[in-house]
């Protein structure tokens, strides 16, 4: 597995990562026994990056986590959490009397002192240029508290104010085929200055993973049924935002772009990692079959030419951009 430094942290982490949103049963249930076996798969697959939040399964991911680590207290994972989503999405909250608190809970349910990165999750956009908030966040450094922070935002504006920032490490941030705004001035902007990416939804709520159908239905309690058209949170966490029938059309031309050998999810994986800027990719694995298959995408970044660059910009032009381009 290839290693790439994420940004000001200055450690290496693995090209894939795991994003763990699915082991808090928030996309259907996940047996604590099966959300172990994910994270053991992922490891021996080569990852190293495990990206959680206090609300995944309100701090079950975390806990699943720390259970995690305690057994393998020597493997080098490089764990990062997030912050923020507990409390109604007022500017003001964003505090550092209520970041002790969310932390201290954080910590609890890792079993760490020292948080490796601390990203805010999603705040709304005045926090990004508040410097009261970004004060705190260099103070629970100095104390120790965590190592790094960084952000996980909506838009790509959002992104440019934080890599603005000098003690932001990374960015986390939607990208994949079906959401290409980021190649405009993100990607660009965080390599010059040194701030690591993180891509969340790199496979568009599994609709790049080629495996579903109009006739898909999926259970009461994934987001994917309740939040498509965004009364739970922003609707660009689920499906990247983009329609899911006019996304079924799209997957069929992308999939004529597939090499052979290749899966559709890891062709979408592998060109999300050829970007410039993109530190680590973090598809999400509800089974250990998955975790393997997301990790070996990254030995299929120098099987896609540029003729599958020209197509996954065609089909962004065709089915996406005017509907998703302007609004993050």
């Given amino acids: 597995m290839e290693e790439r430094v994420l940004g000001r942290t200055g450690r290496k982490v693995s090209a894939i990562g795991l994003g763990t949103w699915q082991l808090g049963s928030d996309w259907g249930d996940v047996g604590r026994s099966e959300a172990l076996q994910v994270l053991d798969a992922a490891a021996a697959s080569g990852v190293t990056f495990f990206d959680t939040a206090d609300v995944y399964g309100d701090?079950?991911?975390e806990q699943i986590i720390g259970e995690w680590l305690a057994a393998h207290p020597n493997d080098g994972v490089m764990v990062a959490t997030k912050m923020g989503r507990r409390v109604p999405q007022l500017p003001e909250n964003y505090t550092l009397e209520n970041f002790?608190?969310?932390?201290?809970?954080?910590?609890?349910?890792?079993?760490?002192?020292?948080?490796?990165?601390?990203?805010?999750?999603?705040?709304p956009t005045p926090v990004y240029s508040n410097d009261r908030v970004f004060d705190a966040l260099d103070q629970l450094v100095e104390e120790g508290v965590v190592r790094n922070y960084g952000v996980s935002v909506e838009t790509a504006q959002e992104a440019l104010t934080a890599i603005a920032r000098p003690g932001v490490a990374s960015?986390?941030?939607?990208?994949?085929?079906?959401?290409?705004?980021?190649?405009?001035?993100?990607?660009?902007?965080?390599?010059?200055?040194?701030?690591?990416?993180?891509?969340?939804?790199p496979l568009a709520s599994g609709l790049l993973?080629?495996?579903?159908?109009?006739?898909?239905?999926?259970?009461?309690?994934?987001h994917r049924n309740y939040n498509r058209d965004g009364s739970a949170f922003d609707v660009g966490e689920t499906f990247s935002g983009v329609n899911f029938e006019r996304g079924l059309d799209a997957v069929s031309e992308f999939q004529e772009l597939v090499p052979d050998g290749v899966t559709t999810a890891q062709a979408a994986l592998a060109w999300i990692l050829a970007q410039p800027g993109v530190t680590t990719v973090i598809p999400g694995a509800r089974n250990t079959a998955q975790a393997q298959a997301n990790a070996a995408a990254a030995d299929a970044v120098g099987r896609l030419g540029p003729e599958f660059d020209d197509g996954v910009r065609r089909i962004y032009e065709k089915h996406f951009r005017e509907a998703v381009h302007p609004r993050w």
């Fill in 100 to 123: 002790r608190g969310w932390l201290d809970r954080s910590r609890r349910n890792l079993g760490r002192d020292t948080l490796d990165l601390v990203q805010l999750h999603c705040p």
């Fill in 59 to 61: 701090g079950r991911s």
């Fill in 171 to 201: 960015v986390q941030i939607i990208f994949n085929p079906f959401r290409l705004k980021p190649k405009d001035e993100v990607l660009p902007a965080a390599q010059a200055a040194g701030v690591g990416i993180i891509v969340r939804v």
């Fill in 209 to 222: 993973s080629g495996k579903y159908s109009r006739d898909t239905r999926f259970s009461e309690n994934d």
